[in-house]
């Protein structure tokens, strides 16, 4: 997750602007997984959020159930891992429900 911040490189940006250097980002860094992009400036404070990136994986319960802090081939294959692990956990009739 991330918010906008108006600049990327040096440069101002617009909000689309900065979407496209996000996904062109994505794309460099072959990044598996998808960015969230808040208009909410405390999303920081709120994760608890020390250091970029910082990654949390939330479960269908809406659970943290993984956090990364950094980014590297270690910290990508355990996100990984646990993405298909979550992906092979049942999803329950209570959160399926209304979504």
């Known amino acids: 997750m991330t918010t906008y911040y ?3 490189e040096g440069k101002q940006l617009t909000k689309p602007q900065e979407l496209d250097y996000l996904r062109d980002f ?3 860094f072959s990044m598996p997984y998808g960015v969230v992009v808040s208009e909410a ?4 404070r709120n994760y608890g ?3 970029i990136p910082t990654t949390f994986l939330i479960d269908r319960q809406r659970r943290v159930r993984f956090i990364s ?3 590297s081939d270690v910290e990508s294959a355990a996100l990984l891992k646990m993405i298909k692990k979550l992906l092979d956990e049942p999803a ?3 959160t399926t429900a209304g979504q």
């Open 6 to 8: 108006g600049h990327a």
């Open 26 to 28: 994505k794309k460099k």
């Open 92 to 94: 329950t009739p209570a």
């Open 69 to 71: 802090v950094g980014s």
């Open 41 to 44: 400036e405390d999303n920081e």
């Open 49 to 51: 959020i020390s250091s």
